[in-house]
């Protein structure tokens, strides 16, 4: 079993950046892709990025491209998210999920979640 917990959320002005973190407790960390979701008030639970287990593929919604860098460092038991260029429209709880099988995209591919963190972002 892993125990996930986010952080680095915060209130930014537009253009700002931010790096969440997602950090992992018990079990073996490697042995699961992490995917980074985020939920905006009244809108659906959303896939942003995810990367492999050994971190060699990564990939990422196509509104964050070339914005959001996501990393990983197994021995620090640690997935990063780097948020640059932020807009309003990436204002949300940020949460990051844990899956064992393939790379995960869907919400229904994660077997363990963290509490989220929230990102709000100023015009």
């Known amino acids: 079993q892993v125990q996930l917990v986010e952080s680095g959320g915060g209130l930014v002005q537009a253009g700002g950046s931010l790096r969440l973190s997602c950090a992992a407790s018990?079990?073996?960390?490697?042995?699961?892709?992490i995917t980074w979701f985020r939920q905006a008030p009244g809108k659906e639970r959303e896939f942003v990025s995810v990367i492999s287990r050994s971190g060699g593929r990564t990939d990422y919604k196509d509104s964050v491209k070339g914005r959001f860098t996501i990393s990983r460092d197994n021995a620090e038991n640690t997935v990063y998210l780097q948020m640059t260029s932020l807009k309003p429209e990436d204002t949300a709880v940020y949460y990051c999920g844990a899956g064992l099988y393939g790379l995960g995209y869907s919400a229904s591919s994660i077997h363990y979640w963290g509490m989220g963190t929230q990102v709000t972002v100023s015009s």
């Open positions: 018990e079990g073996t960390f490697s042995n699961y892709h």
